[in-house]
């Protein structure tokens, strides 16, 4: 048995608790005991499945969904807009890998040079911008302004995994198609549940497309790591 296996183990089974606790029998206080237990776990998997040089931007990611995760337990309004900026600075993260990858921009290029500058100006734009509507503005709309930021860099983010798919082929890139299907899937049942639908199946849906999206990111990584050096 690989190392990694029982860190796996305990991946499932504490995100199948958070699951049953949180959005089937909405005990929020037990769900705490698990929320923190599936990022660290899955996070002990990749750094122990195998000893082959892992890309910083991989822990990036890990350490911003952490947080962000963390931050919808308080349940606050702040808190949440919070949660969904660092979840945004994750897709531009990504965004950055897939471009990278797909060789979507000509290697050596100028652009490809400074790519990396882009993204970084971009996601201070977006701060800058936040900060402004909030505490200048102080207007309502930049919540909804906030959310539709994300749907925007969400679904470029995943037309781009397709593409990348499409193009290179490559296990990496199959993972992170499923690592977005899945994430996609698991809001657009929770969303009809929660405005249109008010239906039990919707929920286990839900909970059953969520389930596996860190695992399937994971795998993203350990195969892009992989790719890397051959």
């Given at each position: 048995?690989?190392?990694?296996?029982?860190?796996?183990?305990?991946?499932?089974?504490?995100?199948?608790?958070?699951?049953?606790?949180?959005?089937?029998?909405?005990?929020?206080?037990?769900?705490?005991?698990?929320?923190?237990?599936?990022?660290?776990?899955?996070?002990?998997?990749?750094?122990?499945?195998?000893?082959?040089?892992?890309?910083?931007?991989?822990?990036?990611?890990?350490?911003?969904?952490?947080?962000?995760?963390?931050?919808?337990?308080?349940?606050?309004?702040?808190?949440?807009?919070?949660?969904?900026?660092?979840?945004?600075?994750?897709?531009?993260?990504?965004?950055?890998?897939?471009?990278?990858?797909?060789?979507?921009?000509?290697?050596?290029?100028?652009?490809?040079?400074?790519?990396?500058?882009?993204?970084?100006?971009?996601?201070?734009?977006?701060?800058?911008?936040?900060?402004?509507?909030?505490?200048?503005?102080?207007?309502?709309?930049?919540?909804?302004?906030?959310?539709?930021?994300?749907?925007?860099?969400?679904?470029?983010?995943?037309?781009?995994?397709?593409?990348?798919?499409?193009?290179?082929?490559?296990?990496?890139?199959?993972?992170?198609?499923?690592?977005?299907?899945c994430l996609f899937l698991a809001?657009?049942?929770?969303?009809?549940?929660?405005?249109?639908?008010?239906?039990?199946?919707?929920?286990?849906?839900?909970?059953?497309?969520?389930?596996?999206?860190?695992?399937?990111?994971?795998?993203?990584?350990?195969?892009?790591?992989?790719?890397?050096?051959?």
């Open positions: 048995m690989n190392k990694a296996t029982p860190s796996l183990v305990l991946y499932f089974i504490s995100y199948i608790l958070y699951l049953f606790f949180f959005k089937i029998i909405q005990d929020k206080e037990t769900m705490l005991l698990f929320k923190p237990v599936i990022l660290a776990s899955i996070t002990f998997y990749y750094i122990n499945y195998s000893r082959v040089k892992k890309n910083s931007l991989h822990f990036a990611v890990l350490a911003i969904c952490f947080l962000s995760d963390n931050m919808n337990l308080f349940g606050e309004d702040f808190f949440h807009e919070i949660s969904i900026g660092l979840y945004l600075v994750m897709l531009f993260i990504l965004l950055y890998l897939i471009v990278k990858d797909s060789k979507l921009i000509q290697k050596g290029s100028s652009l490809d040079k400074y790519f990396g500058v882009i993204i970084v100006v971009l996601v201070l734009l977006f701060v800058f911008s936040k900060l402004t509507s909030t505490y200048l503005l102080k207007t309502k709309i930049h919540h909804y302004y906030f959310i539709l930021n994300y749907i925007v860099v969400f679904l470029s983010v995943l037309i781009l995994s397709f593409y990348n798919l499409f193009k290179k082929k490559t296990l990496s890139s199959k993972y992170l198609v499923a690592t977005l299907m809001d657009l049942f929770s969303v009809i549940n929660a405005y249109y639908f008010h239906n039990k199946v919707l929920v286990y849906l839900s909970c059953l497309s969520e389930l596996p999206i860190y695992y399937f990111l994971i795998k993203y990584f350990i195969n892009r790591d992989l790719e890397a050096i051959k």
